[in-house]
């Protein structure tokens, strides 16, 4: 079985993420590639902030630097994002999106400033179906290493 995890990250917590959940199937001999989204907007300063937040809000797609890896050429994608005003990042919309015809098989994960997933899934789940297994991390527990469990019945649900 070979896996993709794509992912976005604004400020590195879904990095994070992504990285642990990389460790934990190459632990497991799962074969991994790992591949992060640029959003080629400037998101970065109080501005960056708010606009984030409104582009996510209004369901907008983004301009996205070319990617290594065509998720086709994966028996399963696994893709994850921050939660932005209750919703998918417009990286990662904008990803699966262009991507939608290559997914068969996916799981999500995102993370989160304490309002949990809210439409987030939902948003992604409109794009390319529904997914093998979701997991969702508070931004806290994964800087602190309090995820761990969570990441490991995830993983053991996707294999
Ligand atoms: C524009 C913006 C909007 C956000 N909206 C939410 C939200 O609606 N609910 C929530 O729980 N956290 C929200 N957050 C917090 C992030 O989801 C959280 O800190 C996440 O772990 C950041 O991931 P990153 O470090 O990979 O960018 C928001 C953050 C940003 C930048």
Known sequence: MNILISFYSRTGTTRKAAEDIEESLVKRDVEVKTEEVIDKKDRDGKTGYIVAGKDAMMKKETEIEEVSY???NFD???VGTPVWAGKVTPAIRTYLEKYK??????AFFCTHGGGGESNTFNDMKEIIGEPKEVLTLRDKEVKEGEHLDNLSNF?????
Request: proline residues 6%; without cysteine; hydrophobic residues 45%.
């Open 155 to 159: 993983i053991e649900s996707i294999l």
């Open 101 to 106: 015809d290559e997914i068969d098989h996916a």
């Open 76 to 78: 399963m994608l696994v």
């Open 70 to 72: 065509n998720p086709e």
